[in-house]
């Protein structure tokens, strides 16, 4: 078992998660996040002074996923999420050794 980390651009997660939606994965989880990158910052306006945000929105998907499907899920991510810009992102793969479950069925 292998957990997968994509973090995206948020106009990007909605066709990140499509494009997951038939991937055999064991269990996902989104959230927002902020990230600060080769990017850099942006300005943004705060009572009629600017000021430098040094954070950008990002989206982050974990998801867990069987050892032999791995490569194929992180393709399908770079493939959706790559725009070829500075900032699209990162996956990173990580070994999950064990898990259990909150509750017993």
Known sequence: MKQVIAI???FLAEKVLEGLK???LEALSVREVKGFG???SYLDQYDDS?????FLPKVEITMWVDEARV?????KIM???RTGRIG???VFV???ESYERVIDI
């Open 50 to 54: 600017e000021f430098a945000q040094a």
């Open 94 to 96: 990580l070994p999950a």
């Open 88 to 90: 699209d992102g990162k």
């Open 22 to 24: 038939r991937a055999p």
């Open 38 to 40: 080769r990017q850099k």
């Open 71 to 75: 490569n194929e899920i992180v393709r």
């Open 79 to 81: 493939q959706i999420a």
């Open 8 to 10: 995206v651009k948020p």
